[in-house]
């Protein structure tokens, strides 16, 4: 048996798949416009959009959850307090790591925890953006139970870093 035919599958196969997975990325994020193949146009592909998506998504057991940006006011995530898993609050401006949290976003955590509280809710509020070990704790006092945190962790000794943020999450459970 010749390389080139122990060759043939593999490239055929990584052939087939960069083009069906270069379609399924343009169909994603562009869902309303043609996608060209080369000199083929493939029609525009809206996709499946739910009207109740996050129903649907519990169906199939996702968790559901909202975002709630730096800007936005809280009031615009009360319509959806019941039917969500988790709000997601970002305490930087989205778009790069290392950025200064945020100070205000504590009211909008502490907010966002008494709706929920008021309303007999478990649901999670995660915080990205600007958590770091010095902050964490007002983080966690404000009504938060779900942390992300980037360049907290991986700036400096990665190991250390997480060690010390595990052991103030410890004193949460």
Not at 103 to 110: A, F, H, T, W, Y
């Amino acid at each position: 048996m010749n390389w080139l035919h122990l060759l043939a599958g593999p490239l055929v196969g990584a052939v087939i798949g960069y083009c069906t997975n270069y379609i399924a990325v343009k169909m994603l994020f562009r869902p309303r416009r043609a996608v060209k193949l080369g000199k083929w146009q493939l029609p525009l592909t809206p996709g499946i959009i739910p009207k109740r998506k996050p129903q649907l998504a519990h169906a199939i057991g996702q968790a559901v959850g909202g975002q709630l940006f730096t800007e936005t006011d809280v009031k615009e995530v009360v319509p959806y307090l019941e039917e969500v898993d988790m709000i997601l609050v970002m305490c930087v401006h989205p778009g790069f790591g290392g950025q200064k949290f945020i100070p205000e976003s504590l009211d909008k955590i502490r907010a966002i925890r008494a709706m929920l509280n008021e309303k007999n809710l478990e649901t999670d509020i995660q915080v990205d953006g600007g958590v770091y070990v010095e902050n964490v704790r007002e983080v966690l006092d404000a009504g938060a139970n779900v942390i992300v945190s980037g360049s907290a962790v991986f700036r400096g000794d990665a190991g250390e870093n997480t060690a010390k943020f595990m052991e103030i999450l410890k004193s949460y459970e």
